[in-house]
């Protein structure tokens, strides 16, 4: 199950903290206004925490230098 959410640039990294703290996200893909894919991050269920830390940092580079885009999250069905 896949949701996408259009946002502005700096609002990009709140939203992404906010999805992740929701829980049951497998996959979060960031696209540019063109919808071009920029970063895809697979999670793992479990090291959410020590391995979205890093790629926080990536994703507050992007982030600053778009103006708008979007995010699509991949959550996992079986824990909905």
């Not at 996200?25 to 479990?46: A, W």
């Amino acid at each position: 199950m896949t949701e996408e959410f259009r946002v502005n640039g700096d609002e990009i990294l709140t939203k992404i903290k906010e999805l992740v703290r929701e829980g049951n996200i497998r996959r979060i893909i960031i696209k540019n206004e063109e919808g071009k894919p920029l970063i895809d991050i697979p999670l793992t269920v479990g090291v959410v925490g020590t391995i979205i830390a890093p790629q926080l940092a990536a994703i507050g580079a992007i982030a600053s230098l778009l103006t708008h885009g979007t995010i699509v999250i991949e959550r996992d069905e079986r824990s909905l």
